[in-house]
């Protein structure tokens, strides 16, 4: 369903409260805890505002008393976003969640609010999480990032890297596993983004393809019937055939149950945007498409090698 498309079923569905969640998984996990909008690369960025705006249209008509714009972009531009959006009735930091009952209060009784605090140096536990409704969910074992990755801009939206309790997430996991959940995914670990070592440098991460495969055949021979995604960058600056190709076939030695593919995007306020040899938007394309191919052949040959299997499996 198109973003306008799940906007609708929202709105005429539920006529108290709507949540519209986009961007990465974290959003999924803390929207069960209403725009959560993404501000992670510019596609996101552009989303979330024409999200938003289309929502505008519901406050016009009525069906909407009061809007709240939260999640990385609110966290990243309050001050834009309110001046920007006069609409918007609240834009809420990802700190200010547990304040959300008040700040629809003040909005009901026509009051505006942008709430943006800093980011705590402590993971903040959320309140226990609502009945799972598929047989899959996320757990977010942590938030932030120290690394501060050349391209990337989650340390400047999300803060630090900050670890949840232990016993935080065992409890979650029983939860989940106690109301149904078949799957549970981590999210928070490090994708590998390249196998290039020239670009991994260029990237600022460490490193190399050996360790990489590595540290794959470790955690499957040590986890049985462990499925492993990770997310790629295809277009980064800098990056020639060579560096593509050694990128190629890394993908068809590490087998990833799961990959994802981003083409580079050179965001403001990181180290990588103003790197010389910024690689042409159509060429950046093509690699795009031309890694997904071995990516979903993989995929599908997984998936079908799981038919009929129990374990959980669908059949």
Known sequence: ?????????????????????????????????????????????QESIDTTLEA???????????????GCLAQRYPNELAKGLPEVDAVVGLSAHP????????????????????????????????????????????????????????????GRYRSRALESL???ARFLIDHGVKEINLIAHSPLQHASEKILRLMN?????ADYLKLIEKLKTSVANIA???SLIVGFPGEK???????????????????AVFEYSAEEGT???????????????????????????ITIEKNQSLVGRGNGCIN
């Open 1 to 45: 369903m198109t973003t306008t498309g799940r906007l609708t079923s929202l709105i005429d569905h539920n006529p108290l409260i709507a949540i519209i969640t986009l961007g990465c998984p974290k959003n999924e996990v803390e929207t069960d805890f209403i725009i959560n909008t993404c501000g992670f690369i510019e596609p996101a960025k």
């Open 56 to 70: 505008v249209k519901y406050k016009k008509s009525g069906s909407c008393r009061a809007l709240i714009l939260t």
């Open 99 to 158: 304040e959300l009952p008040k700040i629809i209060e003040d909005m009901l009784s026509g009051k505006r609010n942008a709430t943006v605090r800093p980011l705590p140096d402590f993971y903040v536990e959320r309140r226990k999480r609502t009945s799972p409704e598929n047989p899959h969910a996320y757990l977010q074992i942590a938030d932030g990032c120290n690394n501060f990755c050349s391209y990337c801009a989650i340390p400047l939206i999300r």
């Open 170 to 172: 065992l409890d979650e």
């Open 205 to 209: 991460r460490w490193g190399t393809k």
């Open 228 to 230: 492993i995604r990770t």
């Open 241 to 259: 055939e060579k560096d593509f190709r050694e990128l190629a076939s890394f993908v068809e030695e590490a087998q990833f149950d799961y990959a």
């Open 271 to 297: 180290a990588s945007s103003k790197l010389p040899n910024q690689v042409p938007n159509e060429m950046t394309r093509e690699r795009y498409h031309e890694l997904m191919v071995p990516i979903d052949s």
